[in-house]
């Protein structure tokens, strides 16, 4: 499993080590592990709750990586996680994250968030909201369905080359420009 991105407060992290916990201790994945890619105030919290727990040899921290080497970690992954918990501000933001694992093949798991619906679709599963007992039972379906990794992975680059991308986005933006301009100039004329 792979992580890119803030080790902050907002991006579930704590909720990613209990799934991880789970899914090696209860649901015996123990063949599994975890590499986070980045930094940020809440990377040291992190790193003590996996020691804490005894998980210290499935997961490799790197820090922050740029260009080829984040690439050549993030071909590297199996599936993509985005742990950022359900909240007002999670629940309507696009996570960069989702993006860059679709982009790349990688099927993702994440909490049931709505913006996350509206740009995974069915390149992800979806764990019930800040339920990291879920979010390890998703993880633990991908894992033993490799197949269906594939297909999601297919799918979500699919997504994102034909309906996400910037150059898909443009034309519905430069429409909302034109709109706004054209009331504006509608109200310096009254």
């Known amino acids: 499993m792979g992580y890119v991105g803030v080790i902050g407060q907002q991006e579930g992290m704590d909720l990613l080590v209990a799934a991880a916990d789970h ?94 619906r509206a740009s995974a679709g069915e390149a992800s599963l979806y764990a019930t909201a800040n339920d990291p007992l879920d979010f390890a039972a998703k993880l633990a379906h991908l894992i033993e369905h490799p197949e269906e990794r594939v297909r999601m992975g297919k799918l979500g680059r699919a997504r994102v080359l034909e309906r996400l991308s910037w150059g898909h986005s443009v034309p519905a933006l430069l429409a909302a420009y034109d709109r706004i301009f054209a009331k504006a100039r509608g109200r310096k004329g009254s």
Do not use: C, W
């Not at 993509?80 to 860059?100: H, L």
């Open 23 to 116: 899914l090696i201790r209860k649901l015996n994945h123990r063949d599994v592990h975890f590499v986070i890619i980045g930094f940020g105030p809440q990377l040291p919290e992190m790193q003590r709750d996996v020691t804490a727990r005894g998980l210290d040899r499935y997961f490799t921290f790197t820090g922050a990586l740029y260009n080829d080497a984040m690439l050549a970690v993030l071909n590297s992954i199996d599936i993509g996680v985005s742990p950022d918990p359900k909240n007002p501000m999670n629940d309507i933001s696009t996570m960069n994250k989702v993006m860059e694992y679709m982009t790349l093949e990688k099927p993702v798991v994440q909490f049931d968030l709505t913006e996350g």
